[in-house]
């Protein structure tokens, strides 16, 4: 009920609706693009997926199958937890600091004058490169390699989340020493007997990208969006880029699938990423249903693979601006 009520005032809201006609600022306009609902179609004829794909039954008319997922639900969705750092030797009880709840949310909602780094701004980067502050003067942070631990971070998250999540559907993973494509080169994870692809193993590569510029040559194209008509475009390039590197060699030299787990600062995830999270969701509902001794019904299925799904997509990747947000504390540390 309070879901529906919720619905309705944000549609009917006078406020609400010039809010979203007339936002604030441009920054502003370009996050709440980003937030907009992805949809990516469950088979892709480049999909490392394509033949292992399960059909979405719940689907009628005959229109194309597809997946859906809303950055912005998925971090409404996690408000009621407590947020953590990611980090695989991080307690439970590590806390996310009120600094970073601040900072978090003023780049979730495009502001730019976070009071957490407003003794930072117009500080030159420790790069000496760029200045702090102003607008779009703090994506440099999330592009300058002086701040890299933030991505490792970030990284990192998104790692421990996937293999947690490959665990909890009962497939054996390896984080370390991980198969090697060609040469010295590897991806991040590997998942064990998964079999798609005509191979057993899976590996996967993670990487990230930075929805907004922060290292424009000439300075003027400093914090505007990247391929606005297009915001997905930074992500299909990153996931073409590392199926050029590791595809290929992968199956040639180790006789195992790839597939590449490309996500942005936004929340935003590529296709690729949603169809493995589909494919190991309708695999924990089969073995849910197989466990109770019970023949499920198609919508019965279907809700229970839905929530897996919904779980999968929400819980841990929403918290990928966290771990990239700066604040004064971690700004303190890269200065000293």
């Not at 292992?52 to 719940?58: E, F, G, L, S, T």
């Not at 709840?101 to 117009?122: D, E, K, R, S, W």
């Not at 559907?169 to 007997?193: C, P, W």
């Not at 949603?274 to 089969?286: G, T």
């Amino acid at each position: 009920m309070q879901r529906r009520v919720t619905t309705q005032i944000m549609s009917e809201w006078d406020r609400h609706q010039l809010a979203l006609r007339n936002p604030p600022s441009d920054r502003m306009r370009d996050v709440h693009k980003l937030h907009i609902t992805q949809s990516v179609p469950v088979i892709d004829e480049n999909s490392t997926l394509r033949h292992n794909m399960p059909q979405r039954d719940d689907d009628e008319g005959g229109n194309p199958q597809r997946l859906s997922f809303s950055p912005a639900a998925s971090v409404w969705g996690q408000m009621g937890r407590a947020w953590t750092s990611g980090d695989r030797n991080a307690r439970t009880t590590e806390l996310v600091t009120p600094s970073d709840y601040v900072a978090f949310f003023h780049q979730y909602f495009g502001i730019t004058n976070n009071p957490a780094l407003a003794p930072f701004a117009n500080v030159p980067c420790a790069c000496q490169r760029y200045f702090m502050g102003g607008e779009g003067g703090w994506d440099h942070i999330n592009t300058c390699r002086v701040h890299s631990s933030n991505w490792t971070r970030a990284h990192n998250h998104v790692l421990t989340a996937l293999e947690s999540i490959c665990n909890s559907a009962g497939y054996a993973t390896k984080h370390k020493h991980v198969l090697t494509s060609a040469g010295q080169r590897r991806a991040d994870l590997e998942i064990l007997n998964i079999q798609v692809a005509q191979n057993i193993d899976l590996l996967v590569d993670i990487t990230l990208r930075h929805d907004f510029i922060g290292a424009g040559h000439n300075g003027l194209n400093q914090g505007l969006l990247r391929n606005p008509d297009n915001p997905d475009k930074i992500l299909d390039s990153a996931a073409a880029e590392k199926i050029r590197h590791y595809r290929a060699p992968y199956r040639q030299n180790r006789h195992v699938a790839f597939l590449p787990a490309c996500m942005t600062t936004s929340g935003r995830i590529h296709g690729e990423f949603l169809r493995l999270l589909y494919f190991i969701s309708n695999k924990q509902a089969v073995d849910y249903f197989e466990a109770l001794g019970y023949d499920a019904h198609k919508a019965e299925f279907c809700h229970r693979r839905d929530v897996f799904f919904h779980n999968h997509r929400c819980s841990p990747f929403a918290l990928i601006p966290t771990c990239l947000t700066e604040t004064s504390a971690t700004l303190m540390t890269a200065y000293r």
